[in-house]
């Protein structure tokens, strides 16, 4: 932990975040050490049929309800500390939680977007789930109390299979298919976010990824660029991840507890740093 520590002081940072980051606030992640094998709804299979979205919505009303409640962790906090006082120059996360912009990180892409946001497949409008929260649980009175018990899932849906029933409403402009406006499985990340984070990287001076198995390609390309670069490269991660053997420094622990020592280094850097030394006095 020291010498990536070490690595790290004084550097400008971009950043890639992962599940591990969000799990101290209570959202559970995908492949984290224990974590129970998890098959998240790809996009195809949402655009197949009522069925699908029926089943996809019905757990994301119950999960979205206790998400949103969520409180960003010392890990979030930290980053945004870390943003605040210049070390930071993307933020990239793969998490679709909005905890990063809770805490007050602003320098943020996320790669994956936000379940907060709701986007009309046919016309293209957008919305804030709030307000298809409300719709949904006026169609469906009496639905949360019934399945209060099903476990939360990492992406701030539910395991839940006693979907029937359930009632989806539609776009109220135009009647179209609603999606969360997140990048499900099977879809591509919009060319603009990964350039974006592309030209962060090549504009840093180290990448720092946290809590991320780096399982799938969105977040695995920006290592993968680094190294390529010769950009040093830090993981934090419990478990091994994809990355494991392009980084200059993997540390075992946990996010918040790195991030937190991270910030307060480079608090304590700057205060020295900006600290006159007392011109010497002669006798």
Request: glycine residues 10%; positive net charge; contains cysteine.
């Amino acid at each position: 932990m020291h010498a990536a520590l070490d690595l790290l002081a004084g550097r400008r940072l971009t950043v890639l975040t992962g599940a591990g980051v969000s799990t101290d606030s209570g959202i559970p992640d995908y492949r984290g050490p224990g974590a129970p094998v998890r098959t998240p709804m790809t996009f195809q299979e949402f655009v197949s049929g009522e069925a699908a979205r029926q089943r996809y919505w019905a757990r994301s009303f119950l999960g979205w309800s206790r998400m949103r409640h969520a409180e960003p962790n010392p890990a979030h906090h930290a980053l945004a500390r870390l943003e605040a006082g210049g070390s930071v120059r993307l933020l990239v996360t793969q998490n679709v939680d909005g905890l990063h912009e809770r805490a007050g990180s602003t320098a943020l892409c996320a790669l994956h977007g936000r379940i907060a946001d709701v986007v009309c497949l046919a016309c293209g409008r957008h919305t804030r789930r709030g307000v298809l929260q409300e719709r949904m649980d006026r169609l469906n009175p009496g639905f949360a109390g019934r399945h209060s018990g099903a476990a939360d899932r990492p992406d701030g849906d539910v395991a839940l299979d006693a979907t029937d029933g359930f009632r989806v409403p539609g776009c109220s402009s135009c009647g179209g298919v609603l999606k969360p406006d997140v990048v499900f499985f099977g879809e591509n990340v919009p060319k603009p976010r990964v350039q974006r984070c592309y030209d962060a990287v090549e504009g840093s001076e180290s990448l720092l990824v946290a809590g991320s198995s780096l399982t799938v390609l969105s977040g695995f390309r920006f290592v993968r660029h680094a190294r390529a670069l010769g950009v040093p490269v830090v993981i934090v991660n419990r478990g091994a991840t994809r990355g494991d053997p392009l980084a200059t420094h993997k540390v075992e622990t946990g996010c918040a507890d790195f991030l937190t020592a991270l910030a307060a280094q480079e608090t304590s850097r700057r205060t020295e740093t900006r600290t006159p030394i007392p011109a010497s006095t002669s006798p």
